[in-house]
């Protein structure tokens, strides 16, 4: 059976490490595992819902989140590998888990620059959070 393994994509330099770490590491696998991407949007406050219809609203995330995938799938297409992409809207942490949870992949693969405090230094908020909710193995990739 293949892994399916979740990669999340947000517009920083960081998210595309685990994309690198991936394509150097090609070889160590018998069967290469399935790769998701996932951009998480942010809820957008509930006022804009009042100027703007939901349809529109929909096509700027998806756009916007396409728009942040692009160069993680560019990255895997020179190598070869053709990943799924999706864009959800919510909450970073928790999203990333429930797909996880969802899609049954087997790791979650993340890139971090460290920020703020000790754990920050280490992990940095986003990745903290993940590493608290997730119910599978995740990799942070520096």
């Known amino acids: 059976m293949t892994q399916q393994w979740l990669i999340p994509i947000d517009d920083s330099d960081s998210a595309l490490l685990p994309i690198t770490w991936f394509v150097e590491h090609l070889a160590d696998?018998?069967?290469?595992?399935?790769?998701?991407l996932l951009n998480v949007q942010p809820n957008l406050p509930r006022d804009i819902g009042?100027?703007?219809?939901?349809?529109?609203?929909?096509?700027?995330?998806?756009?916007?989140?396409?728009?942040?995938?692009?160069?993680?799938v560019a990255k895997l297409a020179a190598a070869g590998i053709e990943?799924?992409?999706h864009v959800l809207i919510g909450e970073a942490a928790p999203?990333?888990?429930?797909?996880?949870?969802?899609?049954?992949?087997?790791?979650?693969?993340?890139?971090?620059?460290?920020?703020?405090?000790?754990?920050?230094?280490?992990?940095?908020?986003?990745?903290?959070?993940?590493?608290?909710?997730?119910?599978?193995p995740v990799l942070i990739v520096r």
């Open 83 to 85: 990943a799924e992409t």
């Open 29 to 36: 696998w018998r069967e290469v595992p399935r790769i998701h």
């Open 95 to 136: 999203t990333v888990t429930q797909f996880a949870e969802d899609h049954q992949c087997s790791q979650i693969l993340i890139g971090t620059r460290g920020h703020t405090g000790f754990v920050g230094t280490l992990l940095g908020s986003f990745a903290s959070k993940l590493v608290h909710l997730a119910k599978v």
């Open 50 to 72: 009042r100027f703007i219809n939901a349809d529109t609203l929909r096509e700027f995330h998806l756009e916007r989140g396409l728009k942040m995938l692009a160069p993680a």
